[in-house]
């Protein structure tokens, strides 16, 4: 086996000991594509307190990691031609919701509000196995959703307060 050329050797030398070597770099880029994710949802949320969401969008920023902050997700049925009147009055308190933390002193990138309407996504609806609509899922920061973070909407009934309570106990932010 022949000897590796000075340069060669170090940069082998820094690879092994963990400098700038594809860990260090992978890091680097999560942290990227993180920050990425924030400031669009950032911009987007400035627009709109609540923020429509594709089956790519939601792919891209409910679903993929890294992610450092939780979804509340709100998928609905509020075209015309689907008379779902349970939705608007959903609907309605939602962005009540979504704005009075949008326009809070406490307002963070922590958490965000979307809406996933089945017309625009209807593979969503399909990839999480979903048959109903209105219905509240709670994506965490971190790993995928528990039982406790789909809100029950024949229980708790969907006014904007009680949304929120259910948001303070999922994710420790008040609204």
Known sequence: ??????????????????????????????????????????EWASKRSVIRMNGDKFRRLVKAPPRNYSVI????????????????????????LANSWRYSSAFTNKIFFAMVDFDEGSDVFQMLNMNSAPTFINFPAKGKPKRGDTYELQVRGFAAEQLARWVADRTDVHV
Do not use: W
């Not at 082998?12 to 890091?27: F, K, M, R």
């Not at 609905?76 to 309605?92: G, I, N, S």
């Open 1 to 42: 086996m022949a000897a590796l050329p000075v340069p060669l050797l170090a940069l082998v030398l820094l690879l092994l000991a963990g400098y700038g070597g594809p860990g260090a770099e992978g890091q680097r880029r999560k942290e990227m594509v993180l920050s990425e994710k924030v400031n669009q949802l950032m």
């Open 73 to 96: 997700v709100m998928f609905t049925a509020l075209q015309p031609h689907r008379q779902c009147v349970v939705c608007k009055q959903a609907d309605e308190e939602y962005q009540i």
